[in-house]
Every structure is written in structure tokens, then in C-alpha cells.
């Protein structure tokens, strides 16, 4: 069995993907940290395109102020898009980008991590 740095027998873990002192998670975190954007991102990836009213349907407890601020925020750092059809009332459709895309087997690697944890 493998030892660890402190010299005990036990896992020996992969080394962080840190190159040069770089850590990406910070930039991650403030990315698509927090608990309304994963599920935003989770829902548009998985879902689809979504009108604001669906959005905030599927989020139980989120409220339109806390909806909007995150839509936007997600909007401005490119993981979603929003489509504004010209019609009276207007409405509104976000969709997930390529980008946020990107993200879905993270999501799934997050589901396995969750089921074999329990």
C-alpha cells in the first residue's frame, strides 16, 4: 500500500493540477459557484431552452430579483444565452451556450460522485 506524505500506509492521491502555482478553482467558483447558477446551468443543460416563468417554477425557493441577477450574471460570463423575441407582452428565452454545455459531464461526474457516496 502506498504511503502518504505524512509517512502513514494509506491511498496515495493523484497530484492537484496546479501548474506553476495556478489554481483555477477560485475563477471556477466564482464562475458557477453559489446554489442557484449550478442549478440554472443544470436545468438549461439537461432541459433546454427556457422561458423566465419555467425557470423560476423549477427552483423552488429562488425569487424573480435573485432569478434575474443570476440569468445575468450567467449571460455576462457567456454560459448563457438570452433571446429576446419582439412581441407584446416580450418574451424571453435562455438557453445554455456551448460553453455551459462543456459543462455537462462535470454535472454527470457529480451525480456518479453523489449515488456511490451514499
Not at 416563468?53 to 450574471?73: F, H, N, P, S, W
Request: hydrophobic letters at 45%; charged letters at 25%.
Amino acid at each position: 500500500m502506498a504511503k502518504d506524505e505524512g509517512g502513514k500506509a494509506g491511498l496515495k492521491l493523484p497530484p492537484l493540477p496546479v501548474v506553476e502555482g495556478f489554481c483555477p478553482m477560485p475563477d471556477i467558483a466564482a464562475l458557477i459557484g453559489g446554489k442557484w447558477k449550478l442549478i440554472i446551468l443544470q436545468i438549461l443543460i439537461f432541459k433546454g431552452t427556457k422561458r423566465f416563468g419555467e425557470l423560476k417554477r423549477e427552483i423552488d425557493g429562488v425569487t424573480q430579483t435573485m432569478l434575474t441577477a443570476q440569468l445575468r450574471a450567467l449571460e455576462g460570463d457567456g454560459l448563457v444565452h438570452r433571446k429576446l423575441y419582439a412581441e407584446v407582452p416580450p418574451k424571453v428565452e435562455y438557453s445554455a451556450t456551448q460553453r455551459a454545455m462543456d459543462l455537462e459531464n462535470v454535472f454527470l461526474s457529480l451525480h456518479d460522485w453523489w449515488i456511490q457516496s451514499k
